[in-house]
């Protein structure tokens, strides 16, 4: 309730969303230096739930029983089996939509500098961006627990599980699972890009998961004007960010690339 009165705020009955993509394509086209911040929602009309809310990988799954380092340790069979096998299956089928191409445009046009991603499932560099911070790792890779060993997770034959290295040793995703820390350098260059830019879009996640949802009040302390696209508000609704598109990310952003591309009319 605290949460919608404060979007109310923000978004008057008469600011329609054809005005707020209008608004935000105006933000973006004077941008010097973009940053999006993107969480499981951008990935969502992909094909991949996110973790949270309707619909969401934890109505199925318990992120202790599954997504924690101590429950993979302690039974990796039972987390590749009930877990990572659906993974596996959902991100080699998916395409990068409307949101993941948008990024890639903006960064194309020299607006969008950096993408930190909580994601894993690769669909920015598939969209064709090329500087993107992945603050979770990758689930496109592997890594073995004995020796290091990295390979691909389309690789893998998920006939025994779970997956071994030729050494015996037990394949792990290359991404961070909870109780594990964020990697120092993604972490570094992620505060640095943050407190650099004069925009941030946050598209697609929940600003729950720190240190992450951190990210834009870095930005927002730093100067910059933050930018929500969101079906749903979030923490930082009406406290940091200054707009929320209260929309699906794909659809959002093909408005929004097409009226950035109008007001840039000299820009390839
Ligand atoms: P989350 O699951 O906590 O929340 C998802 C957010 O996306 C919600 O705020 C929801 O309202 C929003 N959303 C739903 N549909 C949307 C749409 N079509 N467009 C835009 N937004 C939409 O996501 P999170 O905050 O990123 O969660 C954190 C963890 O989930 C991360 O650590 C990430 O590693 C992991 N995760 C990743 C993937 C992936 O790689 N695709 C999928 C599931 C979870
Ligand atoms: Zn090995």
Known sequence: MREVAK?????????????LIKKTAEYIASSKYAVALTGAG????????PFRG????????????????DAFMNNPKKVWEMFMRE????????KPNDAHLGLARLEELGILKTIITQNVDGLHQSAGSKDVIEFHGNFAWLRCLECGHR????DINLDHIPPRCDCGGIYRPDCVFFGEGIPPNELDRSQQAASQCDLMLV????AIVQPSAFMPVIAKQSGA??????????????TTSTLLVQEKAGKAMRQIITEVERLLPGKK
Do not use: Y
């Open 42 to 49: 951008i990935s969502v009309e992909s094909g991949i739930p």
């Open 203 to 206: 598209i697609g996640t929940s």
């Open 151 to 154: 390979c691909q997770t389309v």
């Open 87 to 94: 993974m596996k299956g959902m991100l080699v089928e998916s």
């Open 7 to 19: 979007v109310a705020s923000i978004i008057p009955g008469n600011i329609r969303m054809e005005t």
């Open 54 to 69: 309707k619909g969401g990988l934890w109505e199925k799954f318990d992120p202790m029983e599954f997504a924690h380092i």
């Open 225 to 238: 004007t933050i930018i929500e696209i969101n079906p749903e508000p979030t923490p930082l609704t009406g």
